[in-house]
């Protein structure tokens, strides 16, 4: 078993920054990768960012990129993902989500262990 627990989340304006931390025990040596998916009220959960745990490799949606960043410290087993310029559309509870096997990253039923998610405003 693998405990995620999120952190970071907030109210923030738009333009502004936040930088969300997923902490990870138990059995974390068979994690191939984190994810972080996120779900606004009435929507769909969705894909925001991965990483491949060993070789540190980032997947990012589209209307992210090159405004969130992921990354990992692997010595506090803890994935972080810095949020830069955030709009109001960023507004959901954010997941974060750890699978032990290769494959589709952004397919969130593939992942084995969820945390119970932060919450991210972002106000206008």
């Known amino acids: 078993q693998v405990q995620l627990v999120e952190s970071g989340g907030g109210l923030v304006q738009a333009g502004g920054s936040l930088r969300l931390s997923c902490a990870a025990s138990?059995?974390?040596?068979?994690?191939?990768?984190v994810g972080w998916f996120r779900q606004a009220p009435g929507k769909d959960r969705e894909f925001v960012s991965a990483?491949?745990?060993?070789?540190?490799?980032?997947y990012y949606r589209d209307s992210v990129k090159g405004r969130f960043t992921i990354s990992g410290d692997k010595s506090k087993n803890t994935v972080y993902l810095q949020m830069n310029s955030l709009k109001p559309d960023d507004t959901a509870i954010y997941y974060c989500?750890?699978?032990?096997?290769?494959?589709?990253?952004?397919?969130?039923?593939?992942?084995?262990?969820w945390g119970r998610g932060t919450q991210v405003t972002v106000s206008s």
């Open positions: 138990g059995r974390t040596g068979s994690t191939y990768a």
């Open positions: 990483i491949v745990w060993s070789g540190s490799s980032t």
């Open positions: 989500a750890a699978r032990s096997a290769w494959g589709d990253l952004r397919v969130a039923n593939q992942y084995d262990y």
